[in-house]
């Protein structure tokens, strides 16, 4: 209960309005970006937690990690270790990083990604679970030193929620509007994956974000209605839609 | 055989020995379970003041066993958020005419999650769209855990906040308003494999209900269920 006047949780309130009107994701992500901006965040990622033979990279719903710990983490496959989508599994609330809790001397590795973490500016964090009868996905926030008091972390909870619903729903639309092209980018991306390049390595030949070429190629596999990224880029070959 | 029946003042006498076990289970369940130790009452009962001649109740009969309950009350009537929790909504109370207030949504432990059939979950939630179609209603407010949310948005119930989440015996709860709509019924019936309404009206015969939208046929799969 605030005694004061409820900035943050008014301005969550019509960011939430904003993002429910708006009908793309690369909208909804930009206005997520500028708004945990503004609170000091400068990284984060929405993604359902891997299990056994999973990877992070096929789960991931929006990624706005520093590219290299993106793919530092991934190739490493550091969620294995990491105590903070560890934790997600014990609680329904949502926690800061500092109160994860690990066993410093024991669990050196879970100790590790927490400080390998600060080298790429995620010094403090916060996290919300996602919790579904058989999944449990994450929505990580960091940044060097973001405001956390408790109505900070009311809007950032909120924000979190309606953003990751947002996206899922915007992707599920998209699934129903099939036959549309591919647009130039979305075909080049998928030339560069074609020939075995990882989002990363895309980002760095076209000078472009890696969280953009995960975006270019998830818009194409909506329009192709493929699963993943190799039915992706075999469709859009038999389709004639990339050439190689 | 599960039923969903709509149980409220002008027939609640037909189901006059369903609220005995009704208000026993809610003390298991909010109090014993959940540990809502405001709610406690030495009689084994948890009944509170939104308990009127104007709550609407549905109870999921199986067999004649009641395995599931939900509550609504008139926004128009006293509800949790106007008289509890007033600080989660930060636009002003909800008080309209076409707006009921969901409270007390539990399925008994044995038949959470089940895995033959629909959920009973699922069943309750279409069944409130069902009944908030038939009399004319176009949303309702509810206080809940925020982790409710992710699962509303999976099974397609919009769901608008009004505040923010804030902690209560430590539990993140908010306040939001879901829209009641054909669409939204439409979705459910179709995720929960149902081609006709769900609800029992016993002794309503008199209550004037709206049409409901026609689900007989299966839908395209072209809207593909959310994952």
């Known amino acids: 209960m605030t005694e004061s006047e409820p900035y943050w949780g008014r301005r969550a309130l019509d960011f939430v309005d904003a993002i429910e009107a708006s009908k793309t994701t690369a909208s909804v992500i930009s206005q997520f970006e500028k708004m945990i901006g503004e609170l000091g965040f400068h990284a984060y990622i929405m993604a359902g937690i891997p299990m056994p033979g999973q990877s992070l990279e096929e789960l991931t719903i929006a990624n706005g990690w520093p590219a290299q710990w993106f793919e530092t983490y991934n190739r490493e496959n550091l969620h294995e270790v990491d105590p903070v989508p560890r934790h997600c599994f014990n609680t329904l609330n949502p926690f800061e990083w500092k109160h994860v809790p690990y066993d410093r001397e024991r669990d050196r590795a879970a100790h590790r990604v927490m400080m390998r973490a600060r080298d790429f500016g995620l010094r403090q964090g916060f996290c919300i679970p996602i919790h579904y009868d058989d999944a449990v996905g994450a929505i990580s926030i960091a940044g060097e030193r973001p405001y956390l008091d408790a109505e900070t972390k009311g809007a950032l909870h909120l924000m979190g929620i309606f953003t990751h619903g947002r996206l899922r729903a915007l992707s599920r639309s998209a699934i129903a509007s099939p036959n549309r092209r591919l647009s130039d980018m979305e075909a080049e991306v998928l030339r560069w994956a074609a020939r075995g390049k990882t989002a990363w390595e895309t980002g760095q030949i076209l000078a472009i974000s890696e969280r953009n070429v995960r975006w270019h190629i998830e818009e194409a596999q909506r329009k192709l209605m493929t699963n993943n990224k190799t039915a992706t880029v075999a469709t859009a070959i038999v389709n004639r839609e990339i050439l190689i | ?227």
Not at chain 2, 11 to 37: A, C, G, S, T
Not at chain 2, 107 to 134: C, D, N
């Open chain 2, 1 to 227: 055989m599960l039923e969903i029946h709509v149980v409220q003042r002008d027939n609640r006498h037909l189901y006059e020995h369903y609220f005995d076990p009704y208000f026993q289970l809610r003390h298991d369940i909010y109090v014993k379970q959940r540990k809502w130790m405001a709610l406690d009452r030495p009689d084994g009962r948890e009944i509170d003041q939104f308990d009127t001649e104007d709550a609407v109740y549905l109870f999921c009969l199986d067999d004649e066993k009641l395995i599931g309950a939900m509550r609504a009350v008139p926004t128009l009537s006293p509800t949790l958020m106007s008289d509890i929790f007033p600080y989660l909504s930060l636009r002003g109370p909800i008080c309209r005419p076409d707006v009921y207030e969901l409270s007390r949504v539990f399925v008994i432990p044995e038949r959470r999650g089940e895995h033959a059939g629909p959920r009973v979950e699922m069943l309750l939630l279409t069944a409130i769209t069902e009944y908030g179609i038939s009399i004319g209603l176009n949303g309702f407010s509810i206080v809940l855990e925020a982790w409710w949310l992710p699962r509303f948005e999976r099974c397609g119930w919009k769901a608008h906040p009004l505040g923010l989440p804030q902690m209560m015996d430590n539990m993140s709860v908010l306040a939001v308003l879901v829209d009641c709509d054909e669409a939204t019924w439409k979705s459910l019936c179709r995720q929960i494999g149902r081609t006709s309404p769900i609800l029992t009206w016993r002794g309503l015969s008199g209550l004037n209900r709206q049409l409901l939208p026609d689900i007989s046929l299966p839908h395209s799969p072209a809207v593909q269920p959310a994952q």
